[in-house]
């Protein structure tokens, strides 16, 4: 089942101004990964998830991080990542709540019609890879590893009420 998120929701880089979902997904559909960088949970799965991103890199969706901080914040707790990847900050959740989601860290694939096709919660590797699945097949990629050596075991993460 997809969840429909509505158009005019604000998603706002780290660097760069704020756009509505309906122009981040106007050409590409959306690859991103949510977390809360007041957790550490976030923090254990912020490595796999730029691994999982980078499968993607090439392929024709934009991916990103999406944190629930101030762009300063998350410029701090992204480091070295503002660098690589598109990344949002959510300081109000108003975005993970529109995805539908309960629990970071989480996987979502938001398609051109910014619907959320397929979302993983918690660093579930089962879970993530279903997401993986979804948009591999829609961008015509090739599957990810997930999990793969070196990332943490699974873990539920935390609600995103806060």
Known sequence: MTTDVPADVSLTPVTGSPRTIAEWTTTFHLAIVALDPYTLESSWALESAARVL????EADVRIAFLCTCSVDEARTFMGHFVDEFLVFADPDRTAVKAFGLETLP???HVNQHHQVEAAGEGWNPEAWRVVAENLSDRMGWTLPTIPANGDPS???GTPVAG
């Open 154 to 156: 699974p873990f539920v």
């Open 54 to 57: 980078r499968h993607y890199a």
């Open 106 to 108: 989480a996987f979502v």
